[in-house]
Structure formats: C-alpha cells, structure tokens
C-alpha cells in the first residue's frame, strides 16, 4: 500500500556550487510512504505526515546553507566550543566563499554535489528513523515550480527576522513580473533575472571593512570581496564573497524592500514611465511595489 502527498512544503535554501557560486533554490516536496496498514487501517495519519515529515524537512533543510561536504573545495571546520562552523569553498580565480555561523545555518550533504538526487538521499536518510514500524520505505519528489517567464536565484539574510530568515545564507528561486505603464514589459523581467541570476543580495549597512573581518585571512585579495558581518538572536554570522556575485541594497532585503527597490530602479531608468512589481520569494508569496 502506497500513501501519497502532493506539496506537502516547499523548502527555500542556497547550497554552494562549483560553477555557479551560492545558488538561491526553492523546491517543492512530494512524498510517497510504502508500508502496511496500521491499527487505524491507514499506513500514516494525513495529519502526522502534514506536521512530522514536514517538520523534519524545514529542521534539516530549509533556510539553510547545503554544503556538498565530499567536494574537494569544501572545507569544513566546527568549532566543539563555540557551537559554530567555519566553512571555506575554495573555488579558483579568487572566486572563493568563506562563512562562520552557527552550525544551525548549514546542512552538510556528504556528496560531491548538492541536486535533486543527493538531497533526496539526505532527506530519506533523516526521515526514515522517524518512521513507524509498518512503513517500509519513502521516496521524496523534489522538484521546482514550473515557471514559463523569467526568473532569478538569489541569497540573502534577515538580521532582524526572529526566525530562520536571519541565517545569512539562504534562498529563493524566485519569477518576477514588470508592468510599465499597465503593460506587461517581458523586457524588464528579463533583466531582473539576468541582473539576479544566482545573486547575493547584501544589505549595505552589513557591510564591514575586509581588514576588520574574522575572515579576512583566508581570501587572496581582500578588494575582491564583500565582507558582512551581523549578530541577530542565533548567533554571529560572517560571509565573504565575491563583489561579483553581489548587489547591495541600501535597505533591508525583505522582499517587500526588493519589490521596492526594483520599482525605484526602474523608475530612475525611465522616469516618465509607471511601474508595477511583483517580486516573488519563492513559490507563491511574494510583495507588490509601485513607483
């Protein structure tokens, strides 16, 4: 017997990559349960899958920083008395990306890369000591939403958020829609998306000097880098990364400020111009901005 559920969550995350740097994702989660019928003649209470599975797939995975721990940049260092993880992506050409945060921040995928197949496995792995005893197996489908315009992946981090926004390396992948003047511009979402392909998104005021950060020793050439540094209720959060593969934004990177911040781009490119925003955070929720 087989038990499914369709977008059971959606796990919004970054995960580093050789080639592409951080990559802001959002996937969405199906689940299929193999196992016999239980007591109540069901192989797991809706319920329990709806709370459980999803519990466990936002603890170990969503608003986190993946780490393919088995690639030869990856370089991992925990800190027994602290709590927190340093970790140096050494990629060549000065291209490296160096963090230390708590170690809640990250999610360490023991794979040479961070896909589809490898989080699958990781997941099953967290999933399956939870399970009751009549289910005999799990497959997870991830996959991302299905978006026919264009679309960006960017990182960022909340210092003020309460939650798990405020870890300083996590993700969307995210569909963005410009009107002009009430029309429908495919030109401007075009260049969103290019200006935001696999983007960091740093807050200005979380900007420190490259001399001044825990981190400065471990990048060639501190001029090519953006250090930020910020301290919010889970602890200290420090990244370096390349300039670029950053934009600075003069505001916090709510997605209610990105909305804005693009209308007021826009407008300063074409002052004569309206213009209407939808930024998306993911799948489904997003702000609206006008300028």
């Known amino acids: 017997m087989q038990l499914f559920v369709n977008d059971l969550t959606v796990m919004d995350f970054s995960y580093l990559c050789a080639q592409r740097g951080m990559v802001g994702e959002s996937w969405i989660v199906d689940v299929v349960l193999d196992g016999e019928l239980n007591e109540e003649s069901m192989v797991l209470d809706f319920g329990k899958v709806k709370k459980e599975l999803k519990f466990l797939i936002d603890e170990y995975v969503d608003h986190k920083l993946l780490v393919p721990a088995e690639h030869a940049f990856s370089k991992i260092k925990r800190d027994a008395n602290s709590g927190e993880v340093k970790v140096d992506f050494l990629r060549p050409d000065g291209k490296s990306i ?47 939403e299905v978006i026919n315009t264009p679309f960006y992946h960017y990182t960022h981090g909340l210092k003020k958020h309460d939650g798990n926004c405020q870890r300083i390396a996590h993700g969307h992948r995210s ?11 495919l030109d401007w979402q075009e260049y969103w998306s290019k200006r935001w392909q696999d983007i960091y ?21 501190i001029t090519t880098h953006f250090f930020f540094n910020y ?19 003069n ?10 911040f693009m209308a007021l781009e826009l407008k300063q490119q074409r002052s004569q111009s309206s213009f209407k ?11 609206i901005a006008y300028a």
């Open 98 to 144: 160096h963090l230390l945060c708590p170690a809640e921040a990250y999610a360490f995928v023991y794979a040479t890369e961070v896909d589809i197949e490898s989080v699958g496995q990781y997941l099953k792995e967290v999933i399956a000591t939870h399970l009751p005893s009549n289910v005999d197996g799990i497959e997870l489908i991830l996959r991302p």
């Open 175 to 185: 569909k963005v829609v410009v009107y002009e003047n009430d029309e429908l511009n």
């Open 201 to 221: 998104i740093g807050s200005e005021e979380d900007i420190i000097d490259g001399q001044q950060s825990v981190l400065s020793e471990f990048v060639e050439d």
């Open 231 to 249: 301290e919010s209720s889970q602890g200290e959060f420090s990244l370096a990364i390349p300039k670029s593969e950053c934009d600075i934004v």
């Open 251 to 260: 505001t916090d990177s709510t997605v209610e400020c990105l909305a804005q």
């Open 277 to 287: 925003v939808l930024a998306f955070e993911g799948v489904g929720k997003g702000a």
